[in-house]
């Protein structure tokens, strides 16, 4: 399985951002995705995830009501709709796959990383 995020950018406080990863494999259309992001000196945190049937979500608190995600099983790819943007949301975002039907928050949990995309807010 590869994971090829893309989507990140400049863009200023209150603006969107719409995140997109793309996967190879065949366990996409089965497998939990997830979202987390890191900033400069700070540990990996999750953002949001989206179970296989691409209903069921869980996002962070920091996140709610602002970030979105969701999934289109046919083309293999996971979005982050990212609205009302603050400065504290600059981070390099990460999409992780998890062979599991259950969500999870934990980093470790996910096997499967792309290589992150950097978001930058400012003020």
């Known amino acids: 399985v590869q994971l090829q995020a893309s989507g990140g950018g400049l863009v200023q406080a209150g603006g969107s951002l719409r995140l997109s990863c793309a996967a190879s494999?065949?366990?996409?259309?089965?497998?939990?995705m997830g979202w987390f992001r890191q900033a400069p000196g700070s540990e990996r945190e999750f953002v949001a995830a989206?179970?296989?049937?691409?209903?069921?979500?869980s996002s962070a608190d920091s996140v709610k009501g602002r970030f979105t995600v969701s999934r289109d099983n046919a083309k293999n790819t996971v979005y982050l709709q990212m609205n009302s943007l603050k400065p504290e949301d600059t981070a390099v975002y990460y999409c992780?796959?998890?062979?599991?039907?259950?969500?999870?928050?934990?980093?470790?949990?996910?096997?499967?990383w792309g290589q992150g995309t950097l978001v930058t807010v400012s003020r």
């Open positions: 992780a796959l998890r062979n599991s039907g259950m969500m999870s928050t934990t980093p470790s949990h996910y096997f499967y």
């Open positions: 494999g065949r366990t996409f259309s089965y497998a939990v």
């Open positions: 989206i179970k296989s049937n691409g209903v069921t979500t």
